[in-house]
T-cell receptor, first 113, second 112 residues
Framework: EAQVTQNPRYLITVTGKKLTVTCSQN?????MSWYRQDPGLGLRQIYYSMNVEVTDKGDVPEGYKVSRKEKRNFPLILESPSPNQTSLYFCASRPGHLSYEQYFGPGTRLTVT | GQQLNQSPQSMFIQEGEDVSMNCTSSSIFNTWLWYKQDPGEGPVLLIA???AGELTSNGRLTAQFGITRKDSFLNISASIPSDVGIYFC????????????WGLGTSLAVNP
């Protein structure tokens, strides 16, 4: 089954404790993104990657890092999480940057206390 | 970041009613997409529009790419309880690194 998977689905952590949210897609897509979703603010792009070893900032990159060492994986790293990063996070992929039909993962609900 | 103007923000309707929502922008878009997000899930693509004036259906859903290329509309006919969720529009402008610009969503509630 074609899908985007994220882990963990739920995470409660404390301020400053580094964490990684994994994302993997099995559709051989070139383009991957991370979004956060907050009430009243919709979906905001954090980082995106147009291909392996190519990443770039989205609209709200502060406090986040990403890497794209393999085509299928695009982990999101919070080096020192803060309470304002409490949010619902979505990974997404699409075939290429010229294709706009994007597929989303199921989401990771992160709480930072 | 830039956002699309999506309205209405929320709707509460009776089962069987038709629903209309729209997205507008002051800028021209080359592509419009409509997504639905069920509670606790990620958004799922419903309809993609690539040409001004294009009218595309997916079951009871119909979406249109506005002639001015600055707006798009989504209609749902004969709503049912499983239509509940948040509907998002997204658009892509020429250039702009092919980034999608998103609306804030329309939350739909259906009373059985």
């Amino acid at each position: 089954e074609a899908q985007v998977t994220q882990n963990p689905r739920y995470l409660i952590t404390v301020t400053g404790k580094k964490l990684t949210v994994t994302c993997s897609q099995n559709m051989n897509h070139e383009y991957m993104s991370w979004y956060r979703q907050d009430p009243g603010l919709g979906l905001r792009q954090i980082y995106y990657s147009m291909n392996v070893e190519v990443t770039d900032k989205g609209d709200v990159p502060e406090g986040y890092k990403v890497s794209r060492k393999e085509k299928r994986n695009f982990p999101l790293i919070l080096e020192s999480p803060s309470p304002n990063q409490t949010s619902l996070y979505f990974c997404a992929s699409r075939p290429g940057h010229l294709s706009y039909e994007q597929y989303f993962g199921p989401g990771t609900r992160l709480t930072v206390t | 970041g830039q956002q699309l103007n999506q309205s209405p923000q929320s709707m509460f309707i009776q089962e069987g009613e038709d629903v209309s929502m729209n997205c507008t922008s002051s800028s021209i878009f080359n592509t419009w997409l409509w997504y639905k997000q069920d509670p606790g899930e990620g958004p799922v693509l419903l309809i993609a529009l690539y040409k001004a004036g294009e009218l595309t259906s997916n079951g009871r859903l119909t979406a249109q790419f506005g002639i001015t290329r600055k707006d798009s509309f989504l209609n749902i006919s004969a709503s049912i309880p499983s239509d509940v969720g948040i509907y998002f529009c997204a658009g892509q402008q020429a250039g702009n690194n092919r980034k999608l610009i998103w609306g804030l969503g329309t939350s739909l509630a259906v009373n059985p």
